[in-house]
């Protein structure tokens, strides 16, 4: 039920975001018809910009107001609105990032496929360098679909990580750092924190695999004129250990593990 009391202010502590417990939060319905989805995914068939034309908004049919009493039921409507959220997420991920020292995955042009972290800092500057940022995928339908039918019993709007990025770092200061910095961003609605880092997390469900992982939803000026500002995205803080794990073997393996499991 997205209507229910998120967890936290954006002003929360580091501390208690860590030992809080989880406050589930879905996606809701702008009120959408299929003319409208088309439209939006036409408008952003593109995502080489970090953010949105700003003079989108005209340009969509009239629209009801937001109700977050009222989950979205098409996955169509979910896919239109993380496809049009995630340049603004990925344009916050990459404040967060140059703020906490974090680091981003860079394909490495000697080797195909295969790729390196570097830190945001070293990357944003360097045009070549940031044209070679693996930034993350909406996630696939195909697995969209099995996620609804194995866990979700056809329920889209608990489908929080359509739209998602993640941000790796060195050590834990740095991740409690980002952590803190998305806390007190003013544009940031924290719906759940899932700390798997916690050792009292138990690693059996994800094959031995920890990050902390945040659902939240973007409020900006620009995602409440788009009504984009109930959808659910989800950002991963991850260790670089765990990071170096998430190779093309790592996730075919994770992949098998969680089909075993029927997840």
Same mark, same amino acid.
């Given at each position: 039920?997205?209507?229910?009391?998120?967890?936290?202010?954006?002003?929360?502590?580091?501390?208690?975001?860590?030992?809080?417990?989880?406050?589930?939060?879905?996606?809701?319905?702008?009120?959408?018809?299929? =003319?409208?989805?088309?439209?939006?995914?036409?408008?952003?068939?593109?995502?080489?910009?970090?953010?949105?034309?700003? @003079?989108?908004?005209? @340009?969509?049919?009239?629209?009801?107001?937001? $109700?977050?009493?009222?989950?979205?039921?098409?996955?169509?409507?979910?896919?239109?609105?993380?496809?049009?959220?995630?340049?603004?997420?990925? @344009? %916050?991920?990459?404040?967060?990032?140059?703020?906490?020292?974090?680091?981003?995955?860079?394909?490495?042009? !000697?080797?195909?496929?295969?790729?390196?972290?570097?830190?945001?800092?070293?990357?944003?500057?360097?045009?070549?360098?940031?044209?070679?940022?693996?930034?993350?995928?909406? %996630?696939?339908?195909?697995?969209?679909?099995?996620?609804? /039918?194995?866990?979700?019993?056809?329920?889209?709007? =608990?489908? /929080?990580?359509?739209? =998602?990025?993640?941000?790796?770092?060195?050590?834990?200061?740095?991740?409690?750092? !980002? /952590?803190?910095?998305?806390?007190?961003?003013?544009?940031?609605?924290?719906?759940?924190?899932?700390?798997?880092?916690?050792?009292?997390?138990?690693?059996?469900?994800?094959?031995?695999?920890? $990050?902390?992982?945040?659902?939240?939803?973007?409020?900006?000026?620009?995602?409440?004129?788009?009504?984009?500002?109930?959808?659910? !995205?989800?950002?991963?803080?991850?260790?670089?250990?765990?990071?170096?794990? %998430?190779?093309?073997?790592?996730? %075919?393996?994770?992949?098998?593990?969680?089909?075993?499991?029927?997840?």
């Amino acid at each position: 039920n997205s209507d229910m009391a998120v967890m936290m202010g954006t002003r929360s502590s580091v501390d208690g975001l860590f030992n809080s417990a989880s406050v589930f939060g879905s996606n809701a319905s702008s009120g959408s018809d299929g =003319r409208w989805t088309r439209r939006l995914r036409n408008m952003f068939s593109k995502e080489d910009s970090l953010d949105p034309p700003q @003079h989108t908004a005209r @340009h969509l049919p009239a629209l009801a107001q937001i $109700d977050l009493g009222s989950p979205v039921t098409s996955l169509d409507q979910l896919y239109a609105q993380a496809l049009c959220l995630h340049p603004v997420l990925k @344009h %916050k991920v990459q404040g967060w990032a140059d703020a906490a020292d974090g680091m981003v995955a860079v394909s490495d042009p !000697c080797s195909v496929g295969e790729h390196k972290f570097v830190r945001y800092r070293e990357v944003k500057d360097d045009p070549a360098m940031l044209g070679r940022v693996r930034w993350a995928k909406l %996630k696939a339908q195909s697995r969209a679909i099995q996620k609804l /039918l194995r866990s979700y019993k056809g329920d889209v709007s =608990r489908l /929080l990580d359509v739209c =998602r990025e993640s941000i790796v770092f060195d050590d834990i200061a740095q991740l409690r750092q !980002c /952590l803190q910095t998305i806390a007190d961003d003013p544009e940031v609605v924290m719906l759940r924190v899932k700390n798997r880092l916690d050792p009292r997390s138990g690693a059996e469900s994800t094959a031995g695999y920890r $990050d902390v992982a945040l659902n939240l939803r973007v409020q900006t000026p620009l995602t409440k004129k788009l009504y984009l500002n109930a959808h659910v !995205c989800e950002v991963q803080l991850i260790l670089l250990q765990f990071a170096a794990c %998430k190779n093309t073997d790592g996730h %075919k393996r994770y992949v098998e593990f969680r089909n075993a499991r029927a997840e």
